[in-house]
């Protein structure tokens, strides 16, 4: 129990409207904001800075600068051309006037503004008889807040209107927080001394001061670089948990090698790789602990996960359990079922497929062959494990091409009274200082190594004016019995018109260029039995073209295509090029990738440039990465997992590292941060992370 004393004591989970200047306006406002304790509002950090260096005088300007200017405000109001009406605010130093300008929707700006207020504003520098910044993004200044004047750097605050509209502008903000630390005396930090030290980190009470009332730019960055080390730190001790709830959980023991096992080593017509010798025997280390196994199986398109996971699921099957295999689509489980199937028959193994649209009859069978157990393999998408189908005994599941197998898709399981091994597999390589940070709870294991027999493709950009030269190698190597893809863009907001260009291209190809040959064509809109069709065909070199929207993206292995040429390739992602060109370069001819760029911008040159260089999949994936940040390699909701204010996960690695080091060691001497010294992380983690609590074991 606190006592009385502590009791009346600000502290940081004191509701914010204990503070002098938030009345209950102010606390709702803040509250859709997200600040509702002083912890809070000391964690709204700034968003950009003032400071001497910054601060450019009017009389410096030069059109096109971006620029910060702090002056006076010498008039302002509505002005009329004969074209539109705008609002006009004239900024003046010792130097010069600067004109501010808004059109459209001003009525907000129009009392904004009185004549002698002190503000900041930043924006892009134009000239209209004289210099004018159109929208200036602006803050009001206090007269002894001036950075020039006073040699301060000056914090400013992110804020939408709901702020504003009560007044909480950046000038505010510094008076809350300002008032805050008067209040809350210390700060105790959740790092011992020791563990400051040792990461030299700064204090957090000290890390929090700076962040918000920098003494230095050096004093600055170490705040930094403290707060972003808490919040990696604070992922990692969810990863940690995660981990340990999973390890926690009694799995099965699965250490009999077994007949299947034996024989399908028999059937496998190739040697494997080291890599997929490594990642057997770790997987294999699994399966016979008694504890769960949940393990990220990264490799490229083409290394050759498959076999690993029918290995895998000898083993299991061999051991008396059964294994469900899900891909996210329908085509996708389709592929692996036919991989599958083909090994399974001669080895006996009994698999089966569930699809959607199944008779009735050919359902039940099913079902009920998954309920005795006479089926070994099942293989389908994802409602495999959401409907009604019960089994005699899930050991393993194999889940593939789905960054992760969610905790909750695992409490399902659970629920249900399963607790199988996981496998993930994706061929979709993820950066390292990612693969930590959002796959922190599983172990990763990876084949980053293609079979021996493979001959690294190569690739060109090239412009359309080469393309009869294209069109005669693609000839040449048709004559030699290869075969060719041609691939174009398909997105959802051009639909139409992506079909169409497919479409024409498949008509030019089929009744002029390509006269001599059979071309085929597929999209995404077609029937699948028709698309199977021409697939067919495809396989068995009755069509030596296949004229394509992104469909072929999905497993589709064809050892026996040599040539790919992307049309529009400056529209495709760089992940997505990889995708598609995984597609060749499957069998034992040279293969060739032509990337056909119709538009340059920097960005598709630097793209085009990266596919030209590389096929190594980690190295493009840390190219995208820089490009696009890591949004796109998870979904939204996973990205949620990550509470990023400062975090950078392209920047951070030897943080995140650092960082990591210390959760799991924390959590390996306390699993359920129950002990007193522990006591603020456990606070500050379940405030953080509070909808995570379901999914994990901490007591
Ligand atoms: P992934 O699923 O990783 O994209 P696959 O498992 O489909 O790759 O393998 C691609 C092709 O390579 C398949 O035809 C497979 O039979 C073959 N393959 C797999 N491992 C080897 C190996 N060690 N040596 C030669 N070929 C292999
Ligand atoms: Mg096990």
């Known amino acids: 129990m606190d006592t009385p004393q502590s009791f009346y004591q600000t502290n940081l989970e004191t509701d914010i409207t204990?503070?002098?200047?938030?009345?209950?306006?102010?606390?709702?406002?803040?509250?859709?904001?997200?600040?509702?304790?002083?912890?809070?509002?000391?964690?709204?950090?700034?968003?950009?800075?003032?400071?001497?260096?910054?601060?450019?005088?009017?009389?410096?300007?030069?059109?096109?600068?971006?620029?910060?200017?702090?002056?006076?405000?010498?008039?302002?109001?509505?002005?009329?051309?004969?074209k539109r009406n705008f609002?006009?605010?004239?900024?003046?130093?010792?130097?010069?006037?600067?004109?501010?300008?808004?059109?459209?929707?001003?009525?907000?700006?129009?009392?904004?503004?009185?004549?002698?207020?002190?503000?900041?504003?930043?924006?892009?520098?134009?000239?209209f008889n004289g210099f004018q910044i159109i929208h200036p993004d602006f803050d009001m200044l206090d007269k002894d807040e001036?950075?020039?004047?006073?040699?301060?750097?000056?914090?400013?605050?992110?804020?939408?209107?709901?702020?504003?509209?009560?007044?909480?502008?950046?000038?505010?903000?510094?008076?809350?927080?300002?008032?805050?630390?008067?209040?809350?005396?210390?700060?105790?930090?959740?790092?011992?001394?020791?563990?400051?030290k040792e990461n030299a980190l700064l204090e957090l009470e000290k890390a929090l001061r700076q962040i918000h009332l920098p003494d230095s730019n050096d004093e600055l960055h170490s705040a930094i670089?403290?707060?972003?080390?808490?919040?990696?730190?604070?992922?990692?001790?969810?990863?940690?948990?995660?981990?340990?709830?999973?390890?926690?959980?009694?799995?099965?023991?699965?250490?009999?090698?077994?007949?299947?096992?034996?024989?399908?080593?028999?059937?496998?017509?190739?040697?494997?790789?080291?890599?997929?010798?490594?990642?057997?025997?770790?997987?294999?280390?699994?399966?016979?602990?008694?504890?769960?196994?949940?393990?990220?199986?990264?490799?490229?398109?083409?290394?050759?996960?498959?076999?690993?996971?029918?290995?895998?699921?000898?083993?299991?099957?061999?051991?008396?359990?059964?294994?469900?295999?899900?891909?996210?689509?329908?085509?996708?489980?389709e592929q692996h079922y036919k991989n599958f199937k083909q090994y399974c028959d001669k080895i006996k193994i009994v698999?089966?497929?569930?699809?959607?649209?199944?008779?009735?009859?050919?359902?039940?069978?099913?079902?009920?062959?998954?309920?005795?157990?006479?089926?070994?393999i099942i293989v389908g998408t994802h409602a495999l494990i959401q409907s009604d189908i019960e089994f005699q005994d899930l050991g393993l599941v194999i889940v593939d091409e789905q960054h992760r197998f969610g905790v909750d898709q695992r409490k399902t399981l659970i629920e249900k009274g399963w607790n199988p091994d996981v496998l993930v597999m994706t061929a979709t390589p993820i950066p390292r200082t990612l693969a930590i940070t959002y796959h922190g709870d599983m172990d990763v294991s990876i084949i980053d190594e293609l079979p021996k027999n493979r001959i690294p493709i190569k690739t060109k950009v090239t412009e359309p004016?080469?393309?009869?030269?294209?069109?005669?190698?693609?000839?040449?190597?048709?004559?030699?019995?290869?075969?060719?893809?041609?691939?174009?863009?398909?997105?959802?907001?051009?639909?139409?018109?992506?079909?169409?260009?497919?479409?024409?291209?498949?008509?030019?190809?089929?009744?002029?260029?390509?006269?001599?040959?059979?071309?085929?064509?597929?999209?995404?809109?077609?029937?699948?039995?028709?698309?199977?069709?021409?697939?067919?065909?495809f396989a068995k070199n009755e069509i030596q073209i296949l004229v394509s929207t992104t469909v072929i993206e999905v497993g589709i292995d064809i050892p026996?295509?040599?040539?790919?040429?992307?049309?529009?390739?400056?529209?495709?992602?760089?992940?997505?090029l990889h995708q598609l060109r995984g597609r060749i370069g499957r069998g034992e001819h040279q293969s060739y990738c032509v990337l056909v760029q119709r538009k340059h911008t920097q960005e598709s040159d630097y793209r085009l440039n990266v596919m030209s260089r590389t096929i190594n999949g980690f190295e493009i994936s840390d190219e995208d990465l820089k490009l696009r940040g890591p949004g796109q390699f998870f979904g939204t909701r996973q990205h949620g997992y990550m509470k990023a204010k400062l975090a950078d996960m392209?920047?951070?690695?030897?943080?995140?590292?650092?960082?990591?080091?210390?959760?799991?060691?924390?959590?390996?001497?306390?699993?359920?941060?129950?002990?007193?010294?522990?006591k603020q992380i456990r606070n500050r983690f379940l405030r953080e992370y509070k909808e995570m609590i379901p999914y994990i074991n901490i007591g």
């Open 146 to 196: 001036d950075p020039v004047n006073t040699g301060r750097i000056l914090p400013l605050y992110p804020g939408g209107a709901d702020l504003k509209s009560v007044g909480l502008d950046s000038r505010a903000f510094r008076k809350l927080i300002k008032t805050a630390f008067e209040k809350i005396g210390k700060i105790p930090d959740y790092f011992s001394d020791i563990v400051v």
């Open 225 to 333: 670089y403290r707060l972003k080390y808490d919040e990696h730190f604070f992922l990692q001790i969810l990863m940690a948990l995660r981990r340990k709830s999973v390890r926690e959980l009694q799995g099965r023991i699965f250490d009999k090698r077994g007949a299947f096992v034996k024989e399908l080593y028999r059937q496998i017509p190739f040697e494997l790789t080291s890599a997929q010798i490594n990642v057997l025997r770790e997987i294999r280390k699994d399966l016979s602990s008694p504890s769960c196994m949940n393990r990220l199986l990264q490799g490229d398109v083409g290394s050759g996960k498959t076999i690993v996971a029918l290995l895998t699921s000898a083993i299991v099957i061999g051991n008396g359990a059964q294994v469900a295999l899900m891909a996210p689509t329908e085509i996708l489980a």
């Open 87 to 127: 609002f006009q605010m004239v900024l003046s130093d010792s130097t010069g006037n600067l004109q501010c300008v808004w059109f459209n929707g001003i009525s907000w700006i129009s009392d904004k503004f009185t004549v002698g207020d002190h503000i900041a504003v930043f924006g892009k520098v134009e000239f």
């Open 18 to 82: 204990y503070l002098k200047g938030v009345g209950p306006k102010r606390a709702e406002a803040l509250q859709k904001s997200g600040i509702e304790t002083i912890a809070d509002l000391l964690h709204h950090y700034p968003r950009r800075y003032l400071d001497r260096t910054t601060i450019k005088s009017i009389a410096e300007l030069r059109v096109g600068d971006e620029a910060v200017i702090i002056g006076k405000v010498s008039a302002f109001g509505y002005r009329k051309t004969r």
């Open 465 to 537: 004016t080469n393309l009869e030269n294209v069109y005669d190698f693609i000839r040449k190597e048709i004559k030699n019995g290869r075969q060719c893809f041609v691939v174009y863009p398909l997105i959802e907001e051009s639909e139409k018109m992506d079909l169409k260009a497919a479409e024409t291209g498949f008509q030019r190809f089929k009744e002029k260029i390509f006269k001599e040959f059979k071309v085929g064509y597929i999209h995404g809109k077609m029937k699948a039995d028709e698309r199977d069709e021409q697939m067919e065909s």
């Open 650 to 678: 392209v920047q951070d690695g030897a943080i995140i590292r650092q960082a990591r080091h210390l959760a799991f060691q924390i959590i390996d001497s306390d699993s359920h941060l129950n002990q007193p010294e522990h």
């Open 351 to 376: 698999s089966a497929m569930l699809k959607g649209g199944m008779k009735k009859s050919e359902r039940t069978e099913i079902l009920t062959g998954l309920k005795t157990g006479k089926i070994q």
């Open 560 to 576: 026996n295509a040599s040539v790919m040429v992307i049309e529009n390739a400056e529209r495709f992602g760089l992940s997505q």
